[in-house]
């Protein structure tokens, strides 16, 4: 995951920024809001892959054939998990800035952090929560310790499902960001112009 945001961080920004400047007309190449859904609909697919990759694994394991998979069967997930932190990460952080006011610059950074630990509480109660609901009476949870007997392959699928959702509320704020920006712009269209006038009485 390290590697992909190392790799493709100097790429996009010296490859493709320029190309896609010349289409977006955006000097960063896509719109930040842009890249930060980028980075939601990759951690879809991430998601989506996991849970196609462990279905392999868990068919295999409950066969009747000796189980012989790579470790690079985790190669693509992780790459995109990488693809999803260059994206939506990065993206997050750059948006922060322009949004305050340069004598709370460092906030943006803390707002990031922020965010991530409650997304890790976020995940551990999640994971709480199915491993208690899905072994009730008995059953095995899909969280079982041994994965052979679990499903994590439908954990995967809940959290793609769950990220989905997460990307409908994103459109829903970028929506209501777009007015307010919209709305704010007009307002200092109409401060500005008013003090226009009121220096053009005086004069």
């Given at each position: 995951?390290?590697?992909?945001?190392?790799?493709?961080?100097?790429?996009?920004?010296?490859?493709?920024?320029?190309?896609?400047?010349?289409?977006?007309?955006?000097?960063?190449?896509?719109?930040?809001?842009?890249?930060?859904?980028?980075?939601?609909?990759?951690?879809?697919?991430?998601?989506?892959?996991?849970?196609?990759?462990?279905?392999?694994?868990?068919?295999?394991?409950?066969?009747?054939?000796?189980?012989?998979?790579?470790?690079?069967?985790?190669?693509?997930?992780?790459?995109?998990?990488?693809?999803?932190?260059?994206?939506?990460?990065?993206?997050?952080?750059?948006?922060?800035?322009?949004?305050?006011?340069?004598?709370?610059?460092?906030?943006?950074?803390?707002?990031?952090?922020?965010?991530?630990?409650?997304?890790?509480?976020?995940?551990?109660?999640?994971?709480?929560?199915?491993?208690?609901?899905?072994g009730q009476g008995g059953?095995?949870?899909?969280?079982?310790?041994?994965?052979?007997?679990g499903h994590v392959d439908?954990?995967?699928?809940?959290?793609?499902?769950?990220?989905?959702?997460?990307?409908?509320?994103?459109?829903?704020?970028?929506?209501?960001?777009?007015?307010?920006?919209s709305s704010e712009s007009?307002?200092?269209?109409?401060?500005?112009?008013?003090?226009?006038?009121?220096?053009?009485?005086?004069?």
């Amino acid at each position: 995951m390290l590697l992909t945001i190392t790799i493709w961080i100097p790429v996009y920004d010296r490859v493709m920024v320029p190309f896609l400047a010349k289409f977006t007309q955006e000097p960063r190449g896509l719109n930040l809001k842009t890249r930060m859904g980028v980075g939601i609909i990759l951690s879809i697919i991430t998601m989506v892959v996991s849970a196609i990759v462990e279905t392999i694994r868990h068919d295999l394991a409950n066969s009747n054939t000796t189980v012989v998979m790579s470790a690079m069967w985790l190669v693509p997930q992780f790459v995109l998990l990488g693809l999803t932190e260059a994206f939506n990460a990065i993206g997050q952080l750059e948006f922060y800035y322009p949004e305050l006011p340069s004598s709370m610059s460092s906030l943006a950074t803390v707002m990031f952090m922020v965010s991530m630990a409650v997304a890790s509480l976020v995940a551990s109660l999640l994971t709480k929560i199915v491993d208690s609901i899905t072994g009730q009476g008995g059953g095995v949870s899909w969280l079982s310790s041994d994965i052979d007997e679990g499903h994590v392959d439908y954990y995967y699928g809940l959290l793609s499902f769950l990220t989905l959702l997460n990307f409908v509320y994103y459109l829903i704020c970028c929506r209501v960001h777009r007015s307010f920006s919209s709305s704010e712009s007009r307002l200092s269209h109409a401060t500005d112009k008013e003090r226009f006038d009121g220096i053009e009485r005086k004069t």
